[in-house]
């Protein structure tokens, strides 16, 4: 059971937004960055987002993280079909002294 | 550019022991954490250690210790993760993932099936 809580789900059609929702505890997420990567089939995980709000060249602007306290969003504007994946958010945690990913988010599109 | 290659698929008895390789290039594999996640049929991503390629240091997942050992070879650029006591649970594609500077991981290997059945 992981320390970071995520919807199991969320959808919305084609050119909408999305919000993906992070929430855990002032051992990791409050006082650590927080990072979001997406998982495709078969693929290996991509790191989308990093220290919080940050891009990876090749994330597209649509792409976008926040924190606030101990919880952490990712917003995905413009949904396009190749969007459809598994999102998960990372950080670490002080307390445990290890890294922690979220139980991570299905995204469909319409 | 960075490249993580990882070993090739296991299959494995219950009870048995699997080493998973990770080579590195294309960075100064001592300056950067190696972390190992693994995703079981069905399940989410899961963080299992991390190393220090540079001194060896290790932190482990508490539900991890005492059945898995990362070690690093510096000479060939490579680490190692080592999980004992094998059960079918422990199925899973495995992976090497380099972190960035604040626990990102920005690369990562391409992943390794090891399947435990009898």
């Known amino acids: 059971q992981s320390v970071l809580t995520q919807p199991p789900s969320v959808s919305a059609a084609p050119g909408q937004k999305v919000t993906i929702s992070c929430s855990g505890s002032n051992s990791n997420i409050g006082n650590n960055y927080v990072s979001w990567y997406q998982h495709l089939p078969g693929a290996a995980p991509k790191l989308l987002i990093y220290e919080n709000n940050r891009r990876p060249s090749g994330t597209p602007a649509r792409f976008s993280g926040s924190k606030s306290d101990t919880s952490a969003t990712l917003a995905i504007t413009g949904l396009q079909t190749g969007d459809e994946a598994d999102y998960y958010c990372g950080t670490w945690d002080s307390s445990l002294s290890g890294s922690v990913l979220g139980t991570g988010t299905k995204v469909t599109v319409l | 550019q960075v490249q993580l290659v990882q070993s090739g698929a296991e299959v494995k008895k219950p009870g048995a022991s699997v080493k998973v390789s990770c080579k590195a290039s294309?960075?100064?594999?001592?300056?950067?954490?190696m972390h190992w996640v693994r995703q079981a049929p069905g399940q989410g991503l899961e963080w299992m250690g991390r190393?220090?390629?540079?001194?060896?240091?290790?932190n482990y997942a508490q539900k991890f210790q005492g059945r898995v050992t990362l070690t690093r070879d510096t000479s060939i650029s490579t680490t190692y993760m080592d999980l004992t006591r094998l059960t079918s649970d422990d199925t899973a594609v495995y992976y090497c993932?380099?972190?960035?500077?604040?626990?990102?991981?920005?690369?990562w290997g391409q992943g390794t099936l090891v399947t435990v059945s009898s």
């Open positions: 294309g960075y100064t594999f001592t300056g950067f954490h």
């Open positions: 993932a380099r972190e960035g500077s604040f626990d990102d991981y920005t690369d």
């Open positions: 190393i220090t390629p540079n001194s060896g240091a290790t």
